[in-house]
């Protein structure tokens, strides 16, 4: 299956508009990765935009044709510059591609965003978390996937490799970690296992902990990992057991 056929048919109506307007509409994350993985399509696209002619600054650029969508599209104004719409059954979110300069702090947001042309695409990949999720469907003439980070490879092996050292500055990359463990049956990456050996439990926000736990789909699984992980006790076995239960990615109430 062509990732064009792949995509919802009212998405790809949306990222025409885009080229019409001077745009090269680039999904990247999960919607690429469940692609690759032949997984079922979400309802969620995460589109960095780039255009065919470049000028100085992105960011007006990007607002530009921000004001032009939301003459027909109803838009919600996000942190960093995303834009998000509903279309139909499905959530688009926009931004224009950027890096991100981390502080020496150890917490999650602990950065600056700097909006970038990012041609090449390499840049604007490096501040994602895994090069799992940093694959890109660029519509140009047809989609074309670019892959400046070997995410392609990674994903068959099912090795969740950071996109960069900035990952280890994040804590709630970490907690994604697991979630990708227990979610698609991804390795831990042996330097992440590592890095975590040197956390305890009060770097983890509860927030965070019990949100990426619930998107795992097996929560239970999710703490015990998460333990075992911070050298609090082994529940390997533990865990096997509840997943022998469940026998493919199943609901949260039958896996409580």
Not at 107 to 135: C, P
Not at 192 to 200: G, H, N
Request: overall charge negative.
């Amino acid at each position: 299956m062509s990732f064009k056929d792949y995509i919802s048919p009212l998405f790809q109506s949306f990222c025409e508009e885009l080229k019409t307007l001077g745009a090269i509409p680039c999904v990247v994350g999960g919607t690429v990765r469940n692609y690759i993985l032949n997984l079922s399509n979400t309802h969620d696209y995460d589109v960095e935009i780039r255009f065919e002619q470049q000028e100085n600054d992105v960011l007006t650029q990007y607002h530009q044709l921000v004001k032009r969508v939301k003459k027909k599209y109803p838009l919600e104004n996000l942190k960093y510059e995303v834009c998000r719409l509903e279309l139909g059954p499905y959530t688009v979110e926009l931004s224009p591609p950027r890096i991100e300069e981390y502080t020496d702090d150890f917490h999650h947001s602990n950065f600056s965003a700097k909006f970038i042309h990012d041609s090449d695409f390499s840049l604007g990949a490096k501040r994602r978390d895994f090069t799992t999720n940093a694959m890109i469907y660029a519509l140009k003439d047809e989609w074309e996937l670019i892959d400046p980070l070997g995410g392609e490879a990674d994903t068959y092996k099912k090795d969740l490799k950071p996109c960069s050292q900035d990952f280890f500055k994040d804590p709630v990359r970490f907690l994604r970690a697991i979630r990708f463990y227990i979610l698609y049956d991804y390795y831990l990456n042996d330097e992440i296992v590592k890095r975590f050996q040197v956390l305890d439990i009060d770097h983890f926000d509860s927030h965070y902990v019990r949100s990426e736990a619930m998107k795992s789909k097996k929560p239970i699984c999710f703490g015990l990992k998460l333990l075992e992980l911070l050298e609090l006790g082994e529940f390997n076995q533990e865990i096997e057991k509840l997943s022998s239960i469940d026998t493919e990615i199943t609901n949260l109430k039958k896996h409580l």
